[in-house]
């Protein structure tokens, strides 16, 4: 969010054509009244629950209570909890990754698919963001489709192979991602600490069905495996052969 749109009520819902106005639009109108809260303030205290209790424990009245405020007053500036999960999402995807000013395509958009991971298992909530909150147009949502565009200006790829790339890195990195939170999640909730004791909690399934004989490749990958619980490793791995399948495919 623009820090000159942080002080301000979130303004008419919709447009003097009747048609819906989106919070993020309604966040560069001009302040209809003095107000207290700040949209920053919101987001970071639905953050907070969030990161703290789960995403189903961010609702109106517990927002409002954590930032002494009336659950009424938070509707002067969002309409709903969807508008608190766009503001949420805004917050946290789009940090700027670290990269010198002269960074080549593949250092920009590495830094974006770590940035993903690392965003996605410091607030594992986002998995379950509801799609519409998820996808929203927010300005830092944007801003960093923006960057990664730009990264790939110069190279002789025309629109749609700039697209697909970006969408490429990113439907790895967001997967990869919420594949690794959703294992934490099940290993926390189950009380295991690590991949040696989800194993030992599963090992009378998993022997059961290698004495099958039907899984030959996975049984010998499982005992050959140095990286098993290298989720790192694994996720740096499978980058580079994405980005290395571009290059080669795309001549960049």
């Not at 002067?76 to 002269?102: H, I, N, S, T, W």
């Not at 698919?113 to 986002?126: E, K």
């Not at 998995?127 to 830092?140: D, E, H």
């Amino acid at each position: 969010m623009a820090e000159q749109t942080g002080r301000r009520e979130a303004g008419p819902a919709a447009g003097p054509d009747g048609e819906p106005v989106s919070l993020w639009e309604r966040l560069e109108r001009p302040p209809v009244a003095r107000t207290v809260l700040t949209h920053e303030q919101i987001a970071a205290a639905a953050i907070e629950i969030a990161d703290a209790d789960g995403l189903a424990a961010v609702t109106i009245r517990g927002l409002a209570a954590r930032l002494d405020a009336a659950p009424m007053a938070l509707y002067r500036y969002v309409k709903g909890k969807d508008e608190v999960f766009e503001l949420m999402v805004d917050a946290v995807v789009g940090a700027e990754p670290d990269l010198p000013p002269a960074a080549t395509w593949r250092e920009a958009m590495r830094a974006q698919a770590h940035r993903t991971r690392d965003t996605t298992l410091a607030h594992r909530w986002l998995i379950q963001v509801p799609p519409q909150a998820r996808a929203a147009l927010t300005p830092r949502r944007f801003a960093a489709i923006e960057r990664s565009l730009a990264a790939l200006d110069g190279l002789g790829l025309d629109a749609d192979h700039r697209m697909a790339v970006f969408d490429t890195v990113t439907a790895y990195a967001t997967g990869a991602a919420a594949t690794e939170t959703t294992m934490l999640q099940l290993m926390e909730g189950a009380g295991w600490s690590s991949g040696h004791e989800l194993r030992t909690a599963l090992g009378p399934q998993m022997r059961w069905l290698m004495s099958t004989g039907r899984y030959p490749a996975y049984q010998r990958t499982l005992t050959e495996s140095r990286h098993i619980d290298d989720a790192s490793w694994r996720f740096e791995l499978g980058l580079e052969c994405v980005l290395d399948g571009i290059a080669c495919r795309l001549g960049i």
